[in-house]
């Protein structure tokens, strides 16, 4: 469209391993679609590589947990340092999701205790956007092993 606003207007892309990025949308009533192209070819022209129709239910019915202006993640830091006893699955999708380093994860298996890993894990999740606590939510989510201990805390508040 004509009236958006696109920033940066020009970016260099890498790849990371991390399968994510964010859009913003302000007041937005319709689908609206993304396109990726590459640089000008020798014609002046673009190529297309990727594009993608987010419709409107996709990105309105969100589902991360924010109540009271807090996240699931900030409210709930306590009861997963105390309650999560298996963190092993947790790192291996935080690196599958490329959200920690190798470095990051060896140094998280080698503290003794399942909570100092938590902390561990916790400290820069808690320092992160929404986006990377809204990333350690669906990761945690989506272990089966902790269903319980999320459907708890979620109806707790």
């Known amino acids: 469209m004509d009236t958006a606003e696109i920033q940066p207007d020009k970016l260099k892309l890498r790849y990371e391993r991390r399968n994510f990025f964010e859009v913003f949308i302000r007041n937005a009533d319709s689908d609206f679609s993304l396109?990726?192209?590459?640089?000008?070819?020798?014609?002046?022209?673009h190529d297309t590589v990727w594009t993608c129709t987010i419709r409107q239910g996709?990105?309105?019915?969100?589902?991360?947990?924010?109540?009271?202006?807090?996240?699931?993640?900030?409210?709930?830091?306590?009861?997963?340092?105390q309650r999560v006893n298996d963190t092993g699955p947790i790192l291996d999708e935080l690196m599958d999701?490329?959200?920690?380093?190798?470095?990051?994860?060896?140094?998280?298996?080698?503290?003794?205790?399942?909570?100092?890993?938590?902390?561990?894990?916790?400290?820069?999740?808690s320092a992160a956007s929404t986006r990377g606590?809204?990333?350690f939510y669906k990761i945690l989510k989506g272990m089966k092993h902790l269903r319980p201990l999320i459907s708890e805390l979620e109806g707790s508040g």
């Not at 109540?67 to 993640?73: A, L, N, P, R, T």
């Open 35 to 45: 396109k990726l192209q590459s640089k000008q070819n020798k014609n002046n022209e």
């Open 58 to 81: 996709d990105y309105q019915n969100q589902s991360t947990d924010h109540k009271d202006g807090q996240h699931f993640i900030d409210r709930h830091r306590t009861a997963l340092i």
């Open 97 to 125: 999701w490329g959200l920690i380093s190798s470095e990051n994860y060896e140094s998280v298996r080698a503290l003794k205790t399942t909570q100092d890993q938590m902390r561990a894990i916790l400290k820069p999740v």
């Open 133 to 135: 606590k809204d990333a």
